[in-house]
């Protein structure tokens, strides 16, 4: 699997790095959302997002990207942080059957 990370979530965070990561930091400024809705669906990339737009286009779309959406809104850094590295192993797991995966503070849900 190889994903996409939206410019909205931490950039240098060890969970993220390596050839299996590309950031949309790192293609500038001037990538919109649909920018990188259309990167990852031409690439087979999954998007990791904390932005509620592309948990609708999900749903309109197909074929979709696949998508993590992290709704935890105001959680502190340290503990956003410690979420996804607790919870990776499971949403690498669901994103095998799964086309979106929401990540709460509390719960992971995942949709067909």
């Known amino acids: 699997?190889?994903?996409l990370v939206d410019a909205k979530l931490?950039?240098?965070w060890d969970v993220w790095q390596g050839s299996d990561f590309l950031h949309a930091y790192d293609f500038g400024d001037d990538l919109s959302d649909r920018g990188i809705?259309?990167?990852a669906q031409q690439n087979h990339l999954i998007i990791v997002t904390k932005d509620s737009d592309f948990s609708d286009w999900v749903l309109l779309s197909e074929p979709p990207p696949k998508m993590v959406h992290f709704r935890v809104d105001n959680l502190r850094l340290r503990d956003f942080k410690l979420l996804v590295k607790q919870c990776w192993p499971v949403l690498r797991a669901k994103l095998e059957h799964h086309r979106l995966v929401i990540v709460f503070p509390d719960r992971?849900?995942?949709?067909s």
Do not use: G, L, Q, V
Not at 108 to 111: D, K, P, Q, T, V
């Open 10 to 12: 931490p950039y240098r």
């Open 108 to 111: 992971i849900e995942s949709m």
């Open 1 to 3: 699997m190889s994903y």
């Open 37 to 39: 809705w259309s990167y």
